[in-house]
């Protein structure tokens, strides 16, 4: 891994496979660190001959904080949101789409297949409708437009998410707490082994753990709101990928989408939620690779 400058800031990078083969840049959600995309999904497009670029989200993992903005009020940003009062945010999904292009910029990729996954579908969707010049083709995972009328998480899943532990807590009540979430938001139908869950995670805990930081990336999606219109622009070959039993991000969030951005394709996967299972690996790596073989790079 290394640490480039992007966008003014220090962002790190995972940059695997050859620089003359077909890049993908591969874009994380809320909170989640580039080690969040499983090694096996990784390994997969690697293997497929593609250069496999995954970089750390601002504010998360080793790249650069924005530590000057201290926390934010998120449900005061919440309450606003629901009232349509202006919503101020550290920074927006649109910075973070600036930063998705420096990385390109910074390792001279002129045009890359995308895939973001959650809020790191959210930011590639403003990529693909902005840049579509420097990219091939897309990937939208378990993500959403932010229309207002979409329905949202059940009570039970934001209770959970809510309850993470405050201030300087021990290492093993931080996993506990994220073990209940990725519990409560997983696939019932591709179940991770507890061991596996929980050991990936306390790995990913020990690297980096940036709970403000999520805060604000959290902030700037509630401050993002609705890209129906945007979607409406997007010319780059889309894909849409989600689970029929997503409980955070409804599927209807999928049907939207896919109705949204012009020519777009979409498979909803029966028994995925939102997570990255092992189960999953084989089941997304075979229409991503099917939509990239499909849109090449000339």
């Known amino acids: 891994m290394t640490r480039i400058r992007a966008n003014g800031l220090e962002i790190e990078v995972d940059d695997r496979g050859p620089a003359g083969a077909e890049p993908v840049l591969l874009v994380m959600g809320l909170g989640m660190q580039l080690t969040a995309w499983p090694e096996p999904f990784v390994a997969g497009l690697a293997g497929h001959g593609l250069r496999v670029v995954?970089?750390?989200?601002?504010?998360?993992?080793?790249?650069?904080?924005?530590?000057?903005?201290?926390?934010?009020?998120?449900?005061?940003?919440?309450?606003?949101?629901?009232?349509?009062?202006?919503?101020?945010s550290a920074y927006s999904l649109d910075d973070m789409a600036?930063?998705?292009?420096?990385?390109?910029?910074?390792?001279?990729i002129d045009r890359a297949h995308l895939v973001g996954v959650s809020m790191g579908g959210m930011i590639s969707q403003i990529v693909a409708a902005r840049r579509p010049e420097r990219i091939a083709s897309f990937t939208c995972i378990m993500s959403t437009s932010g229309a207002r009328?979409?329905?949202?998480?059940?009570?039970?899943?934001?209770?959970?998410?809510?309850?993470?532990?405050?201030?300087?807590?021990?290492?093993?009540?931080?996993?506990?707490?994220?073990?209940?979430?990725?519990?409560?938001?997983?696939?019932?139908?591709?179940p991770t082994p507890p061991e596996q869950l929980r050991a990936g995670l306390r790995l990913n805990v020990e690297r980096s753990h940036?709970?403000?930081?999520?805060?604000?990336?959290?902030?700037?999606?509630?401050?993002?709101?609705?890209?129906?219109r945007l979607l409406r622009t997007i010319r780059v070959p889309t894909l849409v990928l989600h689970?029929?039993?997503?409980?955070?991000?409804p599927v209807a969030a999928a049907h939207d989408l896919a109705d949204k951005i012009p020519g777009a394709r979409l498979q909803v996967i029966e028994g995925m939620g939102h997570d990255l299972a092992p189960g999953l690996i084989p089941l997304l790596l075979a229409p991503i690779l099917a939509h990239v073989d499909a849109h090449r790079i000339e």
């Open 54 to 88: 995954r970089f750390d989200n601002r504010d998360i993992g080793l790249s650069s904080r924005l530590e000057a903005w201290g926390r934010p009020n998120v449900i005061a940003a919440a309450m606003k949101f629901t009232l349509r009062l202006p919503v101020r």
């Open 98 to 108: 600036d930063d998705t292009v420096g990385v390109l910029d910074a390792l001279a």
């Open 149 to 190: 009328h979409l329905p949202g998480p059940p009570s039970r899943v934001r209770r959970v998410m809510m309850a993470a532990p405050r201030g300087r807590a021990a290492l093993d009540r931080i996993v506990d707490h994220q073990v209940e979430v990725m519990r409560a938001i997983g696939s019932p139908g591709f």
């Open 210 to 228: 940036s709970p403000v930081g999520t805060a604000r990336q959290l902030v700037a999606i509630i401050a993002g709101g609705d890209r129906s």
């Open 243 to 249: 689970g029929a039993d997503d409980p955070l991000v």
